[in-house]
Protein backbone atom coordinates (compact mmCIF):
# COMPACT_ATOMS: atom_id res chain seq x y z
CA UNK A 1 0.00 0.00 0.00
CA UNK A 2 3.02 2.22 0.63
CA UNK A 3 4.86 2.09 -2.00
CA UNK A 4 1.62 2.00 -4.59
CA UNK A 5 1.28 5.85 -2.66
CA UNK A 6 4.59 6.78 -3.20
CA UNK A 7 4.35 6.01 -7.12
CA UNK A 8 0.66 7.65 -7.28
CA UNK A 9 1.45 10.25 -5.58
CA UNK A 10 4.20 12.14 -7.89
CA UNK A 11 1.84 11.02 -10.95
CA UNK A 12 -1.17 13.18 -9.37
CA UNK A 13 1.24 16.33 -8.66
CA UNK A 14 2.08 15.85 -12.16
CA UNK A 15 -1.57 15.63 -13.14
CA UNK A 16 -2.74 19.19 -11.55
CA UNK A 17 -0.20 20.83 -13.90
CA UNK A 18 1.79 24.16 -13.16
CA UNK A 19 2.00 27.62 -15.18
CA UNK A 20 4.00 25.60 -18.06
CA UNK A 21 0.35 24.13 -18.62
CA UNK A 22 -1.98 27.00 -18.24
CA UNK A 23 -2.94 29.37 -21.07
CA UNK A 24 -2.24 32.20 -18.77
CA UNK A 25 0.85 34.82 -19.41
CA UNK A 26 3.61 34.08 -16.43
CA UNK A 27 4.53 37.11 -14.92
CA UNK A 28 8.13 38.47 -15.21
CA UNK A 29 9.01 38.54 -12.16
CA UNK A 30 12.65 41.10 -11.49
CA UNK A 31 14.85 39.63 -9.47
CA UNK A 32 15.76 40.95 -6.02
CA UNK A 33 19.08 42.99 -7.34
CA UNK A 34 17.02 44.45 -10.00
CA UNK A 35 14.34 45.80 -7.57
CA UNK A 36 16.86 47.20 -5.86
CA UNK A 37 19.47 48.36 -8.45
CA UNK A 38 18.72 52.04 -7.96
CA UNK A 39 18.39 52.06 -3.98
CA UNK A 40 21.06 54.14 -1.82
CA UNK A 41 20.16 52.47 1.11
CA UNK A 42 18.67 48.66 1.81
CA UNK A 43 16.78 47.65 5.15
CA UNK A 44 16.20 44.31 6.69
CA UNK A 45 14.53 42.79 9.53
CA UNK A 46 17.73 43.46 11.64
CA UNK A 47 19.01 47.09 10.18
CA UNK A 48 20.04 48.81 7.42
CA UNK A 49 23.05 48.94 5.20
CA UNK A 50 24.43 50.96 2.40
CA UNK A 51 23.68 49.07 -0.97
CA UNK A 52 26.79 46.63 -1.17
CA UNK A 53 28.06 47.21 2.00
CA UNK A 54 27.79 45.43 5.60
CA UNK A 55 24.56 46.61 7.51
CA UNK A 56 24.39 48.54 10.99
CA UNK A 57 21.89 46.18 13.06
CA UNK A 58 19.79 47.59 15.49
CA UNK A 59 21.80 48.29 18.44
CA UNK A 60 24.64 50.15 16.75
CA UNK A 61 25.04 53.89 17.81
CA UNK A 62 22.87 56.64 16.22
CA UNK A 63 26.34 58.37 15.05
CA UNK A 64 27.44 55.56 13.24
CA UNK A 65 23.85 55.00 11.58
CA UNK A 66 23.28 59.16 10.95
CA UNK A 67 26.71 59.13 9.45
CA UNK A 68 26.12 55.94 6.83
CA UNK A 69 22.41 57.14 6.04
CA UNK A 70 24.16 61.08 5.39
CA UNK A 71 27.46 59.63 3.07
CA UNK A 72 24.21 56.95 1.37
CA UNK A 73 21.90 60.39 0.44
CA UNK A 74 24.34 63.16 0.39
CA UNK A 75 22.97 65.33 3.19
CA UNK A 76 22.20 65.25 6.64
CA UNK A 77 19.20 64.31 7.36
CA UNK A 78 16.05 65.67 9.54
CA UNK A 79 16.03 65.40 13.70
CA UNK A 80 12.70 64.86 15.70
CA UNK A 81 11.84 63.22 18.84
CA UNK A 82 8.79 61.80 20.36
CA UNK A 83 8.71 61.56 24.34
CA UNK A 84 5.46 59.89 24.42
CA UNK A 85 6.21 56.52 22.49
CA UNK A 86 5.33 53.00 24.34
CA UNK A 87 9.20 52.22 24.65
CA UNK A 88 10.27 55.76 26.02
CA UNK A 89 11.35 58.77 24.36
CA UNK A 90 12.50 58.31 20.97
CA UNK A 91 14.25 60.32 18.73
CA UNK A 92 14.04 60.36 15.11
CA UNK A 93 16.30 60.94 12.25
CA UNK A 94 14.74 60.94 8.58
CA UNK A 95 16.14 60.47 5.08
CA UNK A 96 14.13 61.01 1.94
CA UNK A 97 11.20 58.22 2.57
CA UNK A 98 13.20 56.24 5.66
CA UNK A 99 12.74 57.35 9.07
CA UNK A 100 15.86 55.76 11.35
CA UNK A 101 14.75 55.58 15.58
CA UNK A 102 16.61 55.74 18.38
CA UNK A 103 15.93 54.49 21.56
CA UNK A 104 18.85 55.95 24.59
CA UNK A 105 21.53 56.39 21.77
CA UNK A 106 21.54 53.39 19.73
CA UNK A 107 19.83 52.56 16.41
CA UNK A 108 16.48 50.43 17.48
CA UNK A 109 13.97 50.27 14.09
CA UNK A 110 13.07 52.01 11.17
CA UNK A 111 10.18 53.08 9.18
CA UNK A 112 9.62 53.36 5.35
CA UNK A 113 7.45 55.09 2.92
CA UNK A 114 7.34 55.26 -0.80
CA UNK A 115 10.83 56.64 -2.46
CA UNK A 116 12.86 55.01 -4.75
CA UNK A 117 16.30 55.08 -2.89
CA UNK A 118 15.06 52.58 -0.21
CA UNK A 119 14.24 49.26 -0.38
CA UNK A 120 13.88 45.80 1.71
CA UNK A 121 16.93 43.20 1.31
CA UNK A 122 13.95 41.20 -0.19
CA UNK A 123 13.26 44.13 -2.80
CA UNK A 124 10.12 44.96 -1.64
CA UNK A 125 9.51 48.76 -1.94
CA UNK A 126 6.35 50.67 -0.79
CA UNK A 127 4.31 52.44 -3.35
CA UNK A 128 5.21 49.54 -6.03
CA UNK A 129 5.24 46.16 -4.32
CA UNK A 130 1.62 44.83 -4.05
CA UNK A 131 0.29 42.75 -0.75
CA UNK A 132 -0.67 39.48 -3.29
CA UNK A 133 3.22 39.46 -5.06
CA UNK A 134 4.44 39.64 -1.27
CA UNK A 135 2.46 36.35 -0.54
CA UNK A 136 3.72 34.74 -3.84
CA UNK A 137 7.52 35.23 -2.52
CA UNK A 138 6.97 35.32 1.23
CA UNK A 139 4.98 33.87 4.40
CA UNK A 140 2.52 36.91 4.99
CA UNK A 141 0.47 36.80 8.09
CA UNK A 142 -2.75 39.97 7.65
CA UNK A 143 -2.64 41.33 11.12
CA UNK A 144 -6.11 42.44 13.09
CA UNK A 145 -4.72 45.42 15.28
CA UNK A 146 -6.54 49.13 15.18
CA UNK A 147 -4.07 50.24 12.59
CA UNK A 148 -5.46 49.54 9.15
CA UNK A 149 -4.14 47.28 6.44
CA UNK A 150 -1.35 45.56 9.06
CA UNK A 151 0.52 42.98 7.95
CA UNK A 152 3.68 41.12 8.92
CA UNK A 153 6.60 38.89 6.39
CA UNK A 154 9.22 36.11 7.22
CA UNK A 155 11.93 38.23 5.29
CA UNK A 156 14.57 35.33 3.40
CA UNK A 157 16.71 35.53 6.28
CA UNK A 158 13.76 34.36 8.61
CA UNK A 159 13.19 37.76 10.19
CA UNK A 160 10.27 39.75 10.61
CA UNK A 161 8.94 43.28 8.92
CA UNK A 162 5.69 44.35 9.52
CA UNK A 163 3.83 46.50 6.81
CA UNK A 164 0.85 48.72 5.71
CA UNK A 165 -1.32 48.01 2.86
CA UNK A 166 -3.98 50.29 1.18
CA UNK A 167 -7.58 48.80 0.47
CA UNK A 168 -6.22 47.91 -2.61
CA UNK A 169 -3.39 45.79 -1.83
CA UNK A 170 -0.87 48.27 -2.58
CA UNK A 171 1.92 48.36 0.36
CA UNK A 172 2.55 51.92 1.52
CA UNK A 173 4.96 51.35 4.17
CA UNK A 174 7.13 48.84 5.87
CA UNK A 175 8.94 48.91 9.32
CA UNK A 176 11.22 46.82 11.52
CA UNK A 177 12.45 46.70 15.43
CA UNK A 178 11.02 49.45 17.99
CA UNK A 179 8.30 51.50 16.53
CA UNK A 180 6.37 54.80 18.37
CA UNK A 181 2.57 53.25 16.97
CA UNK A 182 -0.07 53.48 19.02
CA UNK A 183 -2.75 50.70 18.70
Same mark, same amino acid.
Given at each position: ? +??????????????????? %??????? %????? /?????? =??????? &???????????????????? &??? =?????????????????? !?????????????? $?????? *?? @?? *?? #??? +??? !?????? #??????? /??? +????????????? /? @??????? !?????????? %?????? %???? $????? *???
Amino acid at each position: M +KRALLIALPLALVACGGPE %DSDEPVA %DVASV /DERVAD =AKLVVSA &DGVGAKGSEPLRFGATREEV &DAM =AAQAFGSEGEESSNEECG !AGPMDFSQYGPLQL $AFLDGK *FA @GW *FL #REG +KAV !ATSDGV #RPGVSTL /DAL +KGERQVQELDTTL /D @GEFQYTT !ADYGTITGFA %DEAGNI %DALQ $AGVSC *FFR
